[in-house]
């Protein structure tokens, strides 16, 4: 067994069977977990306004903290809106949910793909960079910060690897590196910080109902 056809075949079974069962667990055990007794009247009824506050109004920092952590957090878009680009409009991997879900969709052209990775793993260094010169942000940070860092660069850096323009089109090699490192991404994403993707909306919006029943909308 070659190493693409081992991060084709085995690699890639293992890699979704955790990432489906640990997302789905994670889920799971956030949504059943008891929730603290709310001692207080509601002062208003307004649950789905709060929630929906509660996520839209975090979408850009509060305008007293904006000039501080503004470049940040525009940072952060870039490199989410890159991800997104480069997952979801870039042929192959359009074609690779395809063949998982049967379902596809229309791709963007290949070089608005790859100026979207090269824009991505730019903007991903300037985080790190960020992250390792700010004093507060890294006296927070642990292992998970770092390593979450790394398993979302290394697909990118890979992938935007694996094109061999001498030869005009993919090396095998670079592609077999390039699964094993989303393989990697998909095996520690139920465990990190990177659920995040999937669970920023959900605690915002539950962060938006409590203020909101307090009558205060976030």
């Not at 489906?20 to 929730?35: D, E, K, N, Q, Y």
């Not at 770092?146 to 993919?170: I, K």
């Not at 490192?181 to 539950?206: C, D, N, Y």
Request: aromatic letters at 16%; a positive charge.
């Amino acid at each position: 067994m070659t190493l693409l056809e081992f991060a084709r075949g085995p690699a890639l079974t293992v890699a979704l069977t955790v990432f489906i069962a640990g997302t789905l667990w994670r889920i799971f055990r956030l949504a059943t977990r008891p929730a603290p007794p709310d001692r207080s009247a509601p002062r208003v009824d307004a649950a789905a306004a709060g929630a929906l506050l509660g996520i839209l109004r975090r979408f850009w920092p509060h305008p007293r903290f904006g000039a501080r952590i503004g470049f940040s957090v525009f940072i952060g878009y870039l490199y989410h809106i890159g991800l997104a680009v480069i997952v979801f409009a870039y042929l192959p991997h359009i074609e690779f949910i395809r063949k998982l879900i049967g379902v596809g969709w229309p791709a963007l052209p290949a070089p608005v793909t790859y100026f979207a990775g090269g824009v991505t793993m730019f903007a991903l260094l300037i985080a790190l960079m960020l992250r390792l010169t700010d004093p507060v942000k890294r006296l927070l940070s642990r292992f998970d910060n770092y390593f979450s860092w790394l398993v979302v660069f290394l697909p990118v850096a890979t992938g935007m690897a694996a094109f061999d323009t001498a030869a005009g089109g993919f090396n095998q090699t670079y592609i077999a590196l390039h699964l094993l490192t989303v393989e990697l991404f998909l095996l520690w994403f139920p465990f990190g910080k990177l659920m995040h993707a999937g669970l920023a909306f959900w605690s915002r919006g539950i962060t938006g109902v409590k203020y909101g029943r307090r009558g205060a909308m976030p």
